[in-house]
């Protein structure tokens, strides 16, 4: 069964595929704290092994207009921060947790309010019991929109795994869908989404403009 949330902001989706596509990954600990940090190498030799981790990986089309090499790693670069930050905020860190609201850190303002009322579809907030969450699969695919030269918007077409522990049991679930986003003066912010969460029995919410 899965649940669904939906809001768009004040501007369209932001195109359509491109079969010519570059690649950009980056490590997230799956076991992060609610703050995006770097995985360190510098463990203590009596430490426990250090958490595992999974790619996040960025597939990204060309978009409309012409965009120079460097202007396209940068915006795969602000992006993926930006979801990324979404993703270890929304879903990893330590369990049981409760503080769910910090994934929406990089959403608009108004977006922000709204996808609070859907928490528990975009963030791991169902699962705040949980003794552990760890990501599987961390998919994205990004079509920009360039204005002359410069990429004032983007759509990212996310596929996200997950694995909670719940009471010695595994439960798989999945976040697929399109989060669009835009460059405010610099800086990227989540300003609509489209997704889906799948983990068997979630409520359903849905809200529109």
């Known amino acids: 069964m899965a649940a669904m949330a939906r809001r768009w902001g004040g501007r ?34 009596d430490s426990p092994p250090p958490a595992q981790s999974v790619a996040f ?4 089309g060309r978009g409309a207009g012409t965009l120079s090499d460097e202007a396209r790693t ?13 993703v270890v905020r ?12 910090r994934a929406f850190d990089d959403f608009t303002a108004r977006t922000a309010r709204e996808a609070a009322k ?10 705040q019991d949980a003794t552990a969450v760890q990501a599987t699969r961390l998919d994205t695919r990004l079509s ?4 002359g030269r410069d990429p004032v918007g983007a759509t990212a077409a996310v596929r996200f795994g997950f694995e909670a522990e719940v009471d010695g049991e595994t439960r798989p ?9 835009r460059d ?5 912010a989540v300003f609509g989404y489209d997704v889906a969460r799948d983990d068997g029995g979630a409520v359903e919410a849905e809200v529109s403009p």
């Open 12 to 45: 369209d989706d932001t195109g359509a595929r491109h079969p010519r596509a570059g690649v950009v990954t980056a490590a997230i600990c799956t076991l992060a704290a609610p703050l995006l940090t770097a995985c360190s190498g510098d463990e203590p030799k």
């Open 57 to 60: 990986h960025v597939e990204t």
């Open 74 to 86: 940068a915006v795969e670069t602000e992006v993926g921060d930006v979801l990324s930050n979404y």
């Open 90 to 101: 929304g879903f990893l860190g330590e369990y049981p947790r409760e503080d769910f609201i």
């Open 118 to 127: 859907d928490i528990e579809v975009l963030t791991g907030a169902r699962f």
């Open 144 to 147: 920009v929109l360039v204005v």
């Open 173 to 181: 679930f999945t976040l697929r869908g399109r989060f669009l986003l």
């Open 184 to 188: 405010e003066a610099g800086t990227w």
